[in-house]
């Protein structure tokens, strides 16, 4: 038997959604359900403004044409992440600044900030490891001090909590992916959030291909045309209707989530006491969504054979992310702030075992046990 790392969860009203969209007849973007979609984000983060996207990349696309980066702008992130975080910033002729993460929480280290700063900087991308928060109310005031934008890459960290407030309605902007590996998803797809009200008029137009089409169909102008760049960043309707099906069922999905992250937590916590391995450590101030589960072992060696061993059994685990900065285009395009060493240590030890709805207490004790029994030998 196989268990995959991923299979996404399918509520069983997307179908009906998508038949609803078919009869309405609109199947372009904006419709009745990319508008439900977008009211629900809002209500959900209490951002200022949401739009959907055709995933979680064209939202950090858009966010950096609204951010005005411009060539030889500088934007910090960690080098800890996904390839879209610094690509965005890379396509307006940017160059990303890689600073380490803290070894607790994975996340971008807000101590290594200020001497990343430079005249050239214009923004912060914190991303929310894990679904579980950066320090923001430190990135915040570095930010608010050096006049930076913040984007917060909330990929992962859909109705994860900081200080009881919504990851997501922290920075100017936000990015949420809803990519079928996420929690909530559809196939693909995404959301740019904004938290500041003057930016949402460009951002409909940098979305509606550069245009105030959203204007007028609104009835707030008598036609529309070419008024600024932008591209098409809008998802069809048939994508808003199955997230919409996944949105009312989010409560539920997080929950049953939990309680898989809870099993894995709580098989992990005498060999972590024994120090076997390391789990995953959760701020008090913050609230996790249980999008991932990892655990840290001893060395690059170990990991290997824990990974081979699941593997031979028919579990798929895997590991991620290779860094950034020494990567092939991080070469090219970036540089580094300091010696990343937390990165370089953290992504050859890390281990995500898999979390979907549907897996088994059965599996998860199988997949621990393996785990492990390598681990000790
Ligand atoms: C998933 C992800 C994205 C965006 O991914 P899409 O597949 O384009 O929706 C961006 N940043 C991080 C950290 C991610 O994990």
Redesign the pocket.
Known sequence: MKIPFNRPYITGKETKYISQAVKFGQLSGDGFFTKKCNQWLVNKIGCQGALLTH????A?EMAAILADIRPGDEVIMPSF??T??ANAFVLRGAIPVFIDIRPDTLNLDERQLKKAITKKTKAIVP?HYAGIGCEMETIMKIAKEYNLLVIE?A??ALSSMYNNKPLGSFGHFA?I???E??NIHCG???ALLINDKNYMERAEIIREKGTNRSKFFRGEVNKYSWVDIGSSFLPSEINAAFLWAQMTSEYLIRSSRLDIWEQYHAMFKEPEADRILRRPVIPRNCRHNAHMYYILVATHRKRALVLKHLRDKGYQAIFHYVPLHNSKAGLKFSRSVGKLSNTLDISKRIIRLPLWIGLRKKEIRKMADLALMTLEQ
């Not at 995933?55 to 064209?58: I, L, V």
Request: net charge negative.
């Open positions: 995933s979680g990349t064209a950090l992440t996904f879209s975080t991303v890459d990929a992962h990015i992916s809803f990519h590996t996420k693909e797809g995404g």
